[in-house]
């Protein structure tokens, strides 16, 4: 009664029994099936898939293998099954008749199977595109932004990969990665031009199908080590900031599918997210670079001793991020065949903290050293750097002290000016801490700056400090609000009686370290200017600077 509709089924039908002959199928199924006929096997008429699912069919599992069943008692467990028949996908559904027999119908369900895949493939795809980009962007450092485009690429997009930079002076410096190895550096003296679409890629322009490239034109020296034979090429941009970051090369051994050209859109997308990765990573270490040689002017130097003088000093920003700041201290050594003469010392506070004001340090440094032809008069010196900062676009001031020193009868001899800033503090042999009875007027405010100059001496182990409020004015202690104060700064110095010049430093920064406890604080300066306990002996001949021993 119900093969008339079987028939007429839209599907292709086929039926059969439970001895594995088959009973009936329509003209779908026989166009489908080219074997199968009435009265034949299964196994003969179906594909094997569609076949060992007929014989499950009328089969349970006893003791660790299939037994048959009686006739008309076929599993109930019967599913749907897929598999392939040609080049299409079929999804078999089997239906039980009363008489035993199954009826099973089959639906072409590959365009299905092919959308699922593509939706699969696109999802992974997209994890793949997020995952790679957090990756690339994790860091700014540019040998490991390269490192990581070239070990993504092999692992994600084909056997092997080459991440390419700008071609220098030097030829070409690249990084070959394999799907299964660790990037490798390399740098060859060549042109880009050797290589079929890599001089266009690296000049940005779109890049060139695969299916143009001869992967026999590819060079040895671009084909990781042990790789073997190159079957498929694949040369794509990797875009930048307005400039192009270099080149990525994708290839594949030969006997692999070659590239399709889904597969190079997707690469192209790939390059897009490295090569911005790839263009911020250069931009910050340009920066960096830039930073880096700007910063070291502006760093206060390292200081030792000249003409039979100690000098040190010790700097510390108001924050940790920061390297420079408003605080500032130079030594300017007289010069080495001129004996006698003085070595000028200068230590100051710019108004404000952080770039701006380091930016401002750098100018006064610059302008006094251009000043240091008249360092013996430091009203004069003051007075030329006071009309700089007033006809300059700055609306910062500045707090300086400067200090003339040179030895003289196994004494230092000290000409010392305040502009606006804390006195300097002498330390005796005996422990006792003086004030310098200097004063003036901050530099860079007013038309005309005035300030008094004192003259002080310095025994044997006799050392003078200059500092910055941001000593004093350290708030912390066991409260966390107190200021340092002058009071402690005078114990503190007290204690260094007969110490060298960089122990007093070390001592000043380390107790004020220890008041503000990580708290916040600003600017911190010290310079210690010392009178060694030791004997001039004279230079060879009677010039020079000569040399000092105990």
Same mark, same amino acid.
């Given at each position: 009664? %119900? ?5 007429? /089924? ?12 088959? =009973? ?18 299964? @196994? ?48 078999? *559904?089997? @239906?039980?008749?009363? &008489? ?9 369900? !590959?365009?299905?199977?092919?959308? =699922? ?28 932004? !390269?490192? @990581? &485009? ?10 092997? /990969? ?48 695969? =299916? ?23 040369? +794509? ?8 970051? #270099? ?23 790939? /390059? ?9 990573? %250069? ?20 200081? *030792? ?20 700041? #408003? ?15 003085? $070595? ?59 200090? $003339?020193?040179?030895? *003289?009868? #196994?004494?230092?001899?000290? =000409?010392? @000016? ?12 005996? #422990?006792?801490?003086?004030?310098? *009875? ?11 700056? !005035? ?11 006799? !050392? ?7 000593? +004093? ?25 007969g110490m060298p010049a960089e122990a007093v430093v070390e001592h000043v920064q380390m107790l004020a ?35 000092? +021993?105990?």
């Amino acid at each position: 009664m %119900k093969r008339p509709v079987l028939r007429v /089924a839209p599907y292709p039908v086929l039926v059969a029994d439970e001895h594995g002959v088959v =009973r009936f199928l329509n003209d779908t199924a026989s166009a489908l099936l080219p074997h199968a006929r009435p009265g034949a096997k299964v @196994t003969d008429a179906a594909p094997e898939w569609l076949a060992a699912a007929h014989q499950a069919l009328f089969a349970v599992p006893v003791g660790g293998r299939d037994v048959a069943l009686p006739a008309g008692e076929a599993s109930s467990a019967g599913r749907a099954v897929r598999g392939e028949i040609g080049e299409r996908s079929f999804e078999a *559904h089997p @239906t039980h008749e009363e &008489t035993g027999e199954v009826v099973w119908w089959l639906v072409d369900d !590959t365009d299905h199977l092919l959308a =699922r895949r593509a939706l699969r493939m696109e999802r992974e795809r997209t994890a793949f595109l997020g995952d790679a980009s957090n990756a690339l962007l994790s860091s700014l450092n540019l040998d490991r932004c !390269t490192m @990581t &485009t070239a070990r993504l690429a092999a692992g994600h997009l084909a056997d092997a /990969a080459v991440v390419i930079d700008q071609p220098a002076r030097r030829g070409l410096a690249m990084v070959l990665c394999t799907r299964d190895g660790e990037p490798v550096r390399r740098q060859v003296g060549v042109e880009p031009d050797l290589v079929p679409g890599l001089l266009e890629a690296l000049q940005g322009f779109p890049p060139v199908p695969s =299916r143009w490239i001869d992967p026999a034109a590819t060079p040895a020296w671009m084909v990781p080590e042990d790789f073997g034979t190159v079957g498929s090429v694949v040369v +794509t941009p990797l875009p930048g900031h307005g400039v192009p970051a #270099g080149a990525l090369v994708l290839m594949r051994r030969a006997g692999e599918a070659p590239f399709t050209e889904n597969e190079e859109v997707f690469a192209r997308l790939f /390059a897009a997210r490295a090569g911005a990765a790839l263009s911020a990573a %250069k931009l910050y270490a340009e920066q960096s670079s830039i930073t880096e040689t700007l910063m070291r002017e502006l760093l206060p130097p390292v200081l *030792h001793d000249v003409s039979g003088v100690e000098f040190a000093g010790a700097y510390r920003p108001a924050a940790e991020s920061d390297r420079v700041g #408003g605080d500032f201290y130079d030594v300017h050594p007289a010069p080495a065949d001129a004996e006698g003469q003085e $070595s000028l010392v200068i230590l100051g506070d710019v108004c404000g903290k952080g770039l701006e004001a380091a930016v401002l340090t750098g100018k006064i440094r610059n302008t006094l050293h251009a000043l240091l032809p008249m360092a013996d008069d430091h009203q004069r010196v003051l007075s030329l750097l006071n009309g700089a900062l007033l006809n300059s676009h700055h609306t910062r001031f500045a707090t300086l002290v400067l200090a $003339s020193a040179v030895r *003289h009868a #196994g004494r230092v001899r000290l =000409r010392l @000016t305040s502009a606006g800033h804390p006195a300097p503090l002498i330390v005796r042999a005996d #422990g006792h801490v003086e004030e310098a *009875h200097t004063r003036g007027t901050l530099v860079g405010a007013l038309p005309e700056v !005035t300030a008094v100059t004192v003259e002080a001496s310095l025994a044997p182990g006799e !050392t003078c400090v200059l500092f910055t409020d941001g000593i +004093t004015e350290a708030k912390g202690g066991p409260l966390g609000g107190d200021l340092y104060g002058e009071e402690r700064l005078h114990s503190a110095l007290s204690e260094c009686a007969g110490m060298p010049a960089e122990a007093v430093v070390e001592h000043v920064q380390m107790l004020a370290s220890e008041w503000v406890r990580g708290g916040r604080h600003d600017d911190m300066a010290v310079v210690a200017i010392t009178a060694p306990r030791n004997n001039h002996l004279s230079a060879v001949g009677g010039r020079g600077p000569g040399r000092f +021993t105990a």
